[in-house]
């Protein structure tokens, strides 16, 4: 279900979602389900002939796996115990199976791992593909890309492509540095080889935005707060950074701010422009108009080939962990992920800012607000040259 989204968006399910998916499920050292499922969204309410109502948007994917799951996932009480339940006594290091056992008093760990997994991702996705569609028709890009896989760090490109995620797609590990991708793959073969996992680090990056989105006033209203609040509920990371990010940390102020010039080509920013980016395109929880840049790291994933210790939920002895089907590596994925959710966060800023029940309004919105970006640059000039008279009107 996404809610919010203004009447008459062009928006298709086959040609703006769907690809979507299909980027989610792809990536080397991907596992058994993903040669299972064949994601696609089907529209169930709020698209009448290519365009979106203003109501509720409602879209299913079916899970074609779910015919192996119907014993196990039954919402009956079984009239026996049966191996086909699929029962998990032995939680995982690093998954929500035992804490969640404990907090909601369960015997049975599959209760928990199921709505645990990543595989809920699939209905982000869908909705960030949304988001992305309404972003997209003011300008504003979106892509990512793999900068660290298993401690293999990647050549990140200056400047990046326009497109960067056309040119990551074709990478098997979804990197722009195709010598680091090489060892990536041979580090991916080697985990695999001995039943371990790896994680890494992805960036995203929005490009096109206007100065002025999110704001300083209250917490909970900081854009960088909400955007890393997104990306932090992706399962499996573990850190976020903006811009410069830690690295901002070690070094002096006179490294790390970004000095400020006209620009007066620039709408989107009232005419001016960062000479570096080291913000990450935010300030004070705001939109600068520099693209936004955020990093995320992810842990290694937490269903190992050779388990590790755990204890069994019915002796309290030792054993190893349980073993479920996974990958090896699902970080190409996590940056589809981390796309989408990015894609949440701007769209429902932007929607906060300018409003509107219909791409026309806001559309006249948003050009609104630009010209009175305009009318200020325009002050601006009017300014400089009355200085450079000698303080006359020119």
Do not use: C
């Not at 399962?235 to 070690?250: C, D, L, S, Y």
């Not at 959710?341 to 607000?369: H, P, Q, W």
Request: glycine share 12%.
């Amino acid at each position: 279900m996404v809610e919010g989204v203004p009447a008459g968006l062009d928006l298709s399910a086959s040609r703006d979602i769907d690809p979507e998916l299909r980027r989610r499920q792809g990536g080397y050292g991907r596992g058994g389900r993903m040669k299972i499922e064949r994601d696609a969204a089907e529209v169930v309410a709020g698209i009448r002939l290519g365009e979106t109502l203003g109501s509720p948007l409602a879209f299913l994917v079916w899970n074609r796996d779910w015919e192996n799951w119907r014993v196990a996932m039954d919402p009956e009480r079984p009239a026996e115990e049966s191996d086909r339940l699929k029962r998990v006594h032995l939680p995982r290091p690093g998954h929500a199976d035992l804490v969640g056992v404990l907090k909601y008093d369960r015997d049975d760990a599959r209760d928990v791992l199921e709505r645990a997994s990543a595989r809920e991702t699939t209905a982000r996705v869908v909705a960030g593909a949304v988001a992305k569609r309404l972003i997209g028709e003011f300008g504003i890009t979106i892509g990512s890309h793999i900068v660290m896989l298993g401690g293999i760090e990647a050549t990140r490109p200056d400047p990046l492509p326009d497109d960067i995620n056309a040119v990551a797609d074709d990478s098997p590990v979804r990197t722009l540095d195709p010598e680091a991708a090489a060892r990536m793959i041979d580090g991916i073969d080697h985990a695999k080889e001995h039943g371990d996992t790896l994680g890494g680090v992805f960036e995203v990056v929005a490009r096109g935005l206007p100065a002025g989105l999110g704001s300083h006033v209250a917490w909970d209203r900081k854009l960088d707060g909400r955007i890393a609040g997104a990306m932090m509920s992706i399962q499996a990371m573990k850190g976020v950074e903006i811009g410069m990010g830690f690295e901002a940390a070690r070094r002096p102020g006179s490294q790390v701010h970004d000095e400020i010039e006209r620009d007066a080509g620039r709408r989107n920013t009232g005419g001016f422009r960062r000479i570096t980016n080291s913000a990450g395109g935010l300030e004070g929880g705001i939109t600068t108009g520099e693209p936004i840049i955020v990093r995320v790291a992810m842990k290694p994933l937490s269903t190992l080939m050779r388990p590790l210790r755990s204890v069994d939920l019915r002796t309290g002895r030792r054993a190893d962990a349980i073993r479920e089907r996974s990958d090896v590596v699902a970080l190409a994925a996590a940056g589809v992920v981390g796309e989408a959710m990015l894609a949440i966060v701007l769209a429902d800023a932007l929607l906060e800012k300018f409003g509107g029940d219909s791409m026309a309004e806001l559309r006249r919105n948003v050009e609104s607000y630009l010209g009175q970006l305009d009318a200020r640059s325009h002050r601006l000039d009017l300014a400089v040259e009355r200085d450079a008279a000698g303080g006359e009107a020119p």
